[in-house]
């Protein structure tokens, strides 16, 4: 199975200012053939559903504000979040589906403003 | 627009049975596979188990495998979790969701989940 770590568990962020959220795959995501990383970024606020962000870990879903980008290739991604806003506290998770099963998340990094 | 809804949620005693129920709506059913997924009470994201557009391939996370099956009705538009030998570790709220597959198999939609509750 591929192991998922995000880095920090935490984050407290002012507002305006810059969060990155760290993931990290025990293995590679990236599919050659294609040149895609089969990894996904996601949003949960409290008591709602995962709210999903960033696919093949740069393509921004539809509506989702240009303050969201994410990077990376291989092992090593990042979600950042240019400016934060109120909005943006919540828990954010990183997926991998490019050896499934299992799919696997990130245990998850809570972010808070400063 | 998609809608994804479960039900079936309940308080149930360890050993116990459940079946978990989702109404999927504003999409061609037939064309997606469908996933369920869990959260635990303060805890992250657990994927559980995958079914294929007509059914005839299923996968289980090995937390659950031999336990759980899952099914789809195309005709009705609803996806299923059976639960037998349900153990307290289970108890979690209970997400069914769509995707594509292989490099489409990240997940768009979400139901708003059902809670199973697996205590005595």
């Known amino acids: 199975d591929i192991v998922m770590t995000q880095s920090p568990d935490s984050l407290a962020v002012s507002l305006g200012e810059r969060a990155t959220i760290n993931c990290k795959s025990s293995?590679?995501?990236?599919?050659?053939?294609?040149?895609?990383?089969?990894l996904a970024w996601y949003q949960q606020k409290p008591g709602q559903p995962p709210k999903l962000l960033i696919y093949?870990?740069?393509t921004r879903e539809s509506g989702v504000p240009d303050r969201f980008s994410g990077s990376g290739s291989g092992t090593d991604f990042t979600l950042t979040i240019s400016s934060l806003q109120a909005e943006d506290v919540a828990v954010y998770y990183c997926?991998?589906?490019?050896?499934?099963?299992?799919?696997?998340f990130g245990q998850g990094t809570r972010l808070e403003i400063k | 627009e998609v809608q994804l809804v479960e039900s079936g949620g309940n308080l149930v005693q360890p050993g116990g049975s459940l079946r978990l129920s989702c109404a999927a709506s504003?999409?061609?059913?037939?064309?997606?596979?469908m996933h369920w997924l869990r959260q635990a009470p303060g805890k992250g994201l657990e994927w559980v188990s995958r079914?294929?557009?007509?059914?005839?391939?299923?996968t289980y996370a090995d937390s659950v495998k031999g336990r759980f099956t899952i099914s789809r009705d195309n005709a009705k538009n609803t996806l299923y979790l059976q639960m037998n030998s349900l153990r307290v570790e289970d108890t979690a709220v209970y997400y069914c969701?769509?995707?594509?597959?292989?490099?489409?198999?990240?997940?768009?939609?979400w139901g708003q989940g059902t809670l199973v509750t697996v205590s005595s």
């Open positions: 093949w870990a740069s």
């Open positions: 504003g999409f061609t059913f037939t064309n997606y596979w």
């Open positions: 293995q590679s995501v990236l599919y050659s053939s294609q040149n895609k990383n089969y």
């Open positions: 969701t769509r995707s594509g597959s292989l490099e489409w198999l990240f997940y768009r939609h």
């Open positions: 079914i294929n557009t007509d059914g005839t391939s299923t």
């Open positions: 997926q991998q589906h490019y050896s499934t099963p299992p799919i696997t």
